[in-house]
């Protein structure tokens, strides 16, 4: 991709949220224009839905980033070496703890985990920690723990649920990706290079530009996506999932559809699911808790554009698998 390209994608991105950001400040003066008034009311409440996905993702989005660059500007790939376990199997418990102690949820964990993959992390390790942290959070629990106090146990059944099922995961991606590389190689940003070269005695300078350039690589991807996400909740009819939502064998799959369509971030997803608490079975709303932050509309274009098309497919068809049957079997067990 030429740098005249992917500025002309970057721009037309910030003419996009622009353009939805000055609907939501003057909403109310346009429903007055005779224009406007021949479009449904749904359209401003697209536009509604897109700015608070953007809004409330949009900082966690610079924490990411702001990770990935510190990471890039200091951390060694000897440093990652000695870290991890040499074994591939003992690798995959700390990488999945390592959301204890990095709050880091889902909107922020990709460019993250790319970088560490491209600093020599194992990819199936990188997986376990990418699925794994927008999870196990301390943020994620709390928040949680709070949404449900009536039920405080689904807190800690979030974070068992979530570390069993990216433990598995991992394991299933070693085995089909042993030694593979699954970033995308042509993905690497070449227009910063001056920056890049000329700062290198310089630490600080060299993180800023390496995070400028991953919030706009990162950013048309969440805008994308959170467009996406706010089409399907404007116009999904969510009253023919409702009618099953008691089902023990197809709630859980409903829960985890809508997590996919609504994209709420996992610090703030807790309380969107207490809100079907009455309608949806614990184990579906655990599903919606554990599967939401792994995979939802957002991360999906992020994935597509920084790692190979093959590993992505295959990634969104284990991990609902995964995640379904380990739920499915927890509340057969506990609840």
Do not use: W
């Amino acid at each position: 991709m030429t740098y005249l390209n992917k500025m002309l994608k970057d721009s037309l991105c910030l003419l996009l949220f622009g353009f939805f950001m000055i609907l939501f400040l003057f909403a109310e003066k346009i429903k007055d224009i005779s224009f406007f008034n021949r479009f449904p009311s749904s359209f401003l409440n697209i536009n509604t839905i897109f700015l608070s996905i953007v809004l409330e993702a949009i900082p966690f989005i610079l924490l990411g980033v702001f990770v990935s660059a510190i990471i890039q500007a200091f951390v060694s790939e000897n440093a990652i070496r000695k870290f991890l376990p040499r074994n591939a199997y003992l690798a995959l418990i700390p990488a999945a703890l390592l959301g204890v102690i990095f709050p880091i949820c889902e909107c922020a964990i990709i460019p993250v985990v790319r970088r560490l993959i491209k600093k020599g992390m194992p990819a199936h390790v990188g997986v376990v920690f990418m699925l794994s942290a927008p999870i196990l959070n301390p943020v994620v629990y709390a928040s949680t723990y709070f949404a449900f106090k009536s039920t405080p146990y689904i807190a800690n059944a979030r974070m068992f649920a979530g570390f069993i099922s990216s433990i598995i995961i991992g394991l299933i991606i070693y085995r089909r990706f042993k030694g593979e590389n699954i970033l995308k190689t042509d993905n690497d940003i070449q227009h910063g290079h001056h920056h890049h070269h000329s700062s290198k005695r310089n630490k600080f300078l060299e993180t800023l530009y390496h995070a400028s350039d991953e919030l706009f690589d990162t950013g048309k991807y969440l805008f994308i996506g959170a467009f996406l996400a706010s089409l399907f909740q404007t116009f999904l009819d969510r009253n023919v999932l409702l009618s099953i939502g008691t089902s023990p064998s197809l709630a859980p799959g409903v829960m985890m559809g809508f997590a996919y369509v609504l994209s709420v971030c996992s610090s703030a997803d807790a309380f969107v699911a207490s809100s079907f608490g009455s309608t949806f079975t614990e184990g579906s709303i655990l599903a919606f808790l554990v599967f939401g932050p792994m995979i939802d509309i957002k991360n999906t274009l992020m994935l597509f554009g920084y790692f190979k098309k093959r590993f992505v497919l295959f990634l969104l068809m284990v991990t609902p698998v995964v995640v379904y049957l380990s739920v499915y079997i927890f509340q057969l067990i506990f609840i």
